[in-house]
Structures are given as C-alpha cells and as structure tokens.
C-alpha cells in the first residue's frame, strides 16, 4: 500500500510539473522561453496551491495572462482536465450554440418566444415568479435574462429553441467532449446522458475547456467578430458576484457566468486589467460547506484565487485598474449602462437633433440612434457603438450645459466641509444604520435611520416575533409538529436543508430559520401558524398570506412606521421594506420573549427529522453571524440580498449594558462586520 501512495505522489507531481512545462510551451513566440516566464508560473502556483489544497472539497483551476492584444504570455492549471459538474455555468456553452445558429441563420435573435406554465421551473430568475404564461418576447431577451440574472426557465426556453443535443454536439466538434449539457434545468427527465446526469447534475466541463472558451471569446474569435462582442457584453452585464468577482475591486471589468448547487460552485470569466486580462475558471464540487451564505468556502476560495490573481497581474503588467463602465474597449451595445452611454446619448442628440432621454441605459431607442448615425455616415448599420463609430461621433459631450472655461473653473473656490470630528461615529460603507441603547432606547448615533430600505433576511425576526409571542400565550405550540410542504421546499436562496415529507418541532425549525437562515423555513412556518391569525383559513396559500398580514399587523403594533412586510423570508420584492430605526425597535422587542436570545445566540444546532415516508436523518444548522465567535455579542440576524446588500441587526453586552447597532446595504459581507464592530467600539465609547 505505502508503494501506491508513493506512485500516486511521484504521479502527481509529474502530473504538475507537466503543466508546468505545457504551459511554457503553449507561449506564442514573442514571449521568450526563460526565467521571466518561468518565474511567474511558479509565482502563481506559489500563490494558488496552499489555498487550493487547504479547501475541503475537489477543485480545478485554469488560467491564461494575456496582454493587451490578447495574445499569450503564460498559463497554469491545477487539474485543469478533471470533468466536473458545472451547475449554471453550462448555460455559457448553450450562449455560444444560440449565437452559432444565429450566425448561421438558422435561428434569429429576434424570435419570439412564448412562455407557457409548463416552461416555469424552480430557481434562479425573474420569469417564473414574475411573468404570467403567454408572455411573448425575443430570443435575445431571453438569453440575456439566462446569463444576466441566470434565469432557468429562460435557459430551457433557449434550450428548446436550439435544441437539447446541440451544445453537447457542438463541443464534441470543437474536440471538447467532456464539455456537455445533459437536460434541461430542473427537468432530468429529459436527460439525454442519464449516467452523466446522475455522476454530475444538469452539465459537466473541465476548466481548460471554459478557458480555452473565454479566450476566443476575449480574442473576438467564438462564433464571429460581432457574436462575441455581444456574448461578452452578456457576460459583462452578469449580475452575480458571489465568486470571482467576490473580492475584486468595484471599477474591476469582469465578463463572466457562475453556477451553484448544493455541493458544487462553479465560475469562469475574463478579468480586465491595464496592462491585458486574465481568463480564469474555478470549478469545485464535493464541499463541506454547502451553506447559502455570502461567505460559503467555495465562493470565498473562488473570490480569494481571482483577486490574487488579478493582483499579481496588476503588479507584473500593469498599474491601475481600466476604465469602469463594464467595457474597457469602451464598445457599447443593447443593455450597456454607465456616464458613457450618458455622453452617447448626449452626442447622439446634438448630431442628429433628437431627444433621447438621458439615462445611461443603452436600450431599443439609444440603439435605433446609433443605427441612425452609421447610415449617415456610411458605416455599417450595426447598433454597436465601436471604435468607427466613436471616431465618427467626434468629440463627446459630456454634461448638460457647456463647461466654463478652464480659467473660470480653476479659480473656482471648491467649499470644504468640516474638519473630523474625533468623537463622531466612525465611517462606515452602510447605507444606513442606527446604534441604540438596548435598554433605555437612547439613539446613539445613526445615518439615514427612518430611510426605507430592502432588508432582505432581518425579516426573520418578525417572522420568530410572532411565534415566539404565539408560544407566550401556549408554550405547547413550540411543541407542534411542522411537515414541509413542496412549497416551502421549492423557496429559492438560503436553506434550513428540510426536504419536503420531512417533520419535526416548530421550536427547532426556529433555529433553522434563524441560523442558517432558512428562507424555506419561513415559508412552511407561515403556512402552519397562518390560521392563528384569521379565520376560515382552508389552504396554505391563504394560511401564508394571513401570516405575513399579521406580521404587518405586529409592525403597527410595536410602532414601526416605516416598515412593510411582502414575504416572511426576505427575499426581493417590491412594497418589501423596513428602516434601521425600525428593525431596532423590533430587535428590542423581540429579545424581551422568552426564545429568542437563546436562538439568536445560539453558533450551531443539531436536529433529528422524520418523513412521513418513513425515514429519519438529522441535520445541522450554523449560525451565518460571524460576530458571535467573539466574547460579547449576543447575535441577532443577518441578511442578504443583491437588492439590500449586507444587513445585520447585532446585539452586543459590556456588564449591565446592551447595545443594538442595525446596517442596511453594507458594501460586502465582511465589510458589514467591520461596520458593526466599528460602531459597537465607538458606541461603547459613548455608553460605557
């Protein structure tokens, strides 16, 4: 047995240091074969390695540098050829199927598609939960709705317009066959490679196959010229930045598509930087955390390998991040936004005498503009703004009125504000906050504390407010047991991981809901408590609604003004709002019920689920508060939302004092723990 280990030891480093020399190889001739190169591969493998082989779970790793031109200058892989699942990503490979038919004129971008309540799948996306059946668009929308917001329903519309077996098909001829799509989203029993489907989920591809991919693409050479500019502006328009994006900074281009499911995390994109960019995947599966949170293991590994990486780039090629407004070639097209679509749109209406509406959003009427112009000038009549049509628009107006001469503007007195002031409360990236004394209720500080703001999971705390005041009344309620429903099972984001059959205690799926903040968990609480609040409740859609009634009921009560309740989880919706004021007001209350702070406060918790199939497992629950691993924090809640950013309530003891500190659109998960410490020390400060 100790000869195998040795084997598979002496294989692996040969199987590195063969990469290695392929990777140097792989340089086109300008870059020379010598110690520069060299010396950055193994950099990089210095930097990648001891995080990679640190992380509990089975990852692969590919990369490319290239320069400004988009040729080579070096790549490196860790088990770059390992077939993997891809989850989401897979819908980046059925992108450039669509665009091949597209360009073979087969199919158009301007079909239409019709939604139908059998297309309607579970997961990410807007169309299920937001568009009703016989809703008609075109297949651009569609495809922009797969890779923007990852939409699966969207996905199999795409799918079925392409057909199933065309991507799988088309990268068998690109000779990369482990590059497939099985099924459709959320439908195995279309699959048409059931083992595969069984061995890695809805996709599988290697991440030597997704950078081989992104690099043609970068290169403008997948599909067509015009094809990848418009695949890559999808990518760009990406809204998903749990991965790779995680940890680069804000002014950072990245064109990219991601994928997660419960044991795999996937992401591939090209990372833009002044002097070239980087295209990179990272594929993992097999976790140990298969948390929903902002900091879930992968993600982070995935956030901490692209900013390294981009660093190092940064450091070696070049000095300064490039140009914001998501293209750093500054070619514009339908769905662009930024201060350039802005200047388009102003130029646009002084060379053609129209009044497109200056909102820097690039769509139908700014591109009926720019198609306009190119006839007019004799270019080609694409709705892309390129490097021809930029040089033919001429100097770019950039404001609504004229900019005064530079000698006006530079003997302008620009006003300065006030000096720091040592004992003000420190900066913070939150949109608003609120620091208050637990017990007396005395505002310590605040920003913009009565503004009404998405909330995204604090919810939770009105949801366990109204059970817990229910176990008040009778302590026997904690004690009734709760069967999920496919209903609560189905909810999106972050889970209690209860199955739907499953059974246990409305007292322990509060931990569930309140710790690893089950968005399911407060589907099937509404559902089984609802009726406690409103009679002739026959089904558990009324059941649901009548809870999040009560629930605004209770924010009436307690004197939250600015507060309405849409869902008892938290997830977006419009009319779904709450105000750091308000949200501690709530927290204050509900600490005085007998549960709650030995809940809230509460790292982990196991819990044993039957079925009514028969079957029990149990299931373990870890509190997403990162402040409850240091000495005197209570905990509370936290949340977050693409629509509310990073939320916490924090709740925090010094002796016989307590102080609540609320966030509400933090710039990042960490930096909503840097925000409440700060405060929490400043607050001190002031209530000692």
Not at 69 to 78: A, D, F, I, S
Not at 351 to 366: E, K, W
Not at 637 to 652: E, H, N, R, S
Request: aromatic share 6%; net charge negative.
């Amino acid at each position: 047995m100790l000869n195998n280990v040795r084997a598979s030891c002496r294989s692996l480093m040969r199987a590195k240091l063969l990469a290695v020399l392929l990777a140097l190889l792989a340089c086109p001739p300008h870059i020379a074969f010598g110690q520069t190169v060299a010396s950055e591969v193994k950099q990089i493998a210095a930097l990648l390695e001891p995080l990679i082989e640190s992380h509990q779970g089975d990852v692969a790793v590919a990369l490319r540098v290239l320069d400004e031109q988009g040729q080579l200058r070096y790549e490196w892989n860790y088990q770059g050829e390992r077939v993997m699942p891809t989850a989401s990503l897979i819908k980046l490979p059925i992108m450039i199927e669509a665009y091949r038919q597209i360009v073979a004129g087969t199919i158009s971008l301007d079909d239409p598609v019709q939604l139908t309540e059998e297309d309607k799948v579970p997961g990410s996306g807007i169309l299920t939960e937001h568009f009703s059946p016989g809703a008609v668009f075109k297949l651009r929308d569609a495809i922009r709705l797969m890779i923007r917001y990852s939409d699966n329903t969207a996905t199999n519309l795409v799918i079925k317009r392409i057909g199933l077996p065309a991507t799988s098909q088309l990268m068998v001829q690109w000779q990369m066959p482990e590059t497939q799509l099985h099924s459709l989203v959320y439908r195995r029993d279309t699959s048409i490679a059931p083992d595969r489907s069984e061995k890695y989920g809805l996709g599988s591809t290697t991440a030597l196959d997704m950078v081989q991919l992104l690099t043609r693409l970068q290169n403008r050479q997948l599909v067509s010229e015009q094809a990848s500019m418009e695949m890559r502006e999808h990518l760009l328009a990406c809204e998903a930045r749990s991965m790779l994006p995680l940890q680069l900074p804000a002014d950072c281009a990245i064109a990219h598509k991601s994928g997660a499911v419960n044991r795999s995390r996937t992401d591939a994109g090209i990372v833009s930087f002044s002097g070239g960019s980087v295209v990179l995947c990272v594929l993992t599966d097999n976790n140990a955390d298969t948390s929903w949170s902002a900091d879930n293991a992968a993600q982070v590994l995935g956030g901490t390998i692209a900013k390294k990486v981009y660093d190092f780039c940064v450091q070696q090629h070049g000095t300064s991040p490039p140009p914001p407004d998501n293209q750093t070639d500054k070619t514009l097209t339908l769905g662009a936004t930024g201060l350039m679509v802005e200047s388009l749109q102003r130029t646009l209406n002084d060379r053609l005498n129209q009044n497109l509406s200056i909102d820097g959003d690039f769509g139908p009427a700014t591109q009926t503009a720019v198609r306009q112009f190119q006839s007019a000038k004799g270019l080609s009549p694409t709705g892309i703004v390129d490097s021809g049509t930029w040089q033919a628009l001429g100097e770019l107006i950039t404001h609504d009125e004229p900019v005064a001469a530079p000698e006006v503007v530079n003997a302008e007195v620009i006003p300065r504000s006030a000096g720091l002031d040592p004992w003000g409360p420190p900066a913070v990236t939150a949109k608003a906050w609120v620091a208050v004394d637990g017990k007396t209720g005395r505002i310590l500080g605040d920003k913009e504390p009565d503004c009404q703001l998405a909330m995204a999971s604090t919810t939770k705390v009105m949801t366990a407010y109204l059970i817990l005041e229910l176990a008040m009344q009778d302590p026997k309620v904690l004690d009734e047991v709760i069967t999920f429903s496919q209903n609560a099972d189905d909810t999106i984001g972050s889970t209690s991981s209860v199955r739907a059959g499953e059974q246990l205690p409305a007292g322990e799926l509060l931990y569930g809901l309140l710790l690893p903040s089950g968005n399911d968990a407060s589907v099937a609480l509404a559902e089984h408590f609802g009726g406690r609040f409103a009679e002739n409740i026959k089904t558990p859609a009324e059941s649901y609604s009548a809870f999040v009634d009560a629930m605004n009921a209770k924010a009436v009560e307690l004197g939250l003004a600015n507060t309405h309740f849409v869902n008892p989880h938290g997830l977006t919706e419009e009319k779904h709002f709450s105000s750091a004021t308000d949200l501690a007001k709530l927290a204050a209350a509900g600490l005085r019920l007998p549960g709650m702070r030995a809940i809230v406060s509460c790292q982990q918790r196991g819990c044993r689920l039957t079925s009514v199939a028969g079957y029990s497992r149990n299931v373990l629950w870890k509190n997403t508060n990162q402040l409850l691993s240091r000495q005197g924090f209570v905990g509370m809640k936290t949340g977050t939302t693409t629509a509310a950013g990073a939320c916490l309530i924090g709740v925090g003891t010094r002796g016989d004092s307590e102080i609540i500190v609320v966030l509400l659109g933090s710039a990042s998960s960490q930096s909503r723990y840097v925000d409440a410490e700060n405060l929490f020390a400043w607050a001190w400060r002031l209530s000692p």
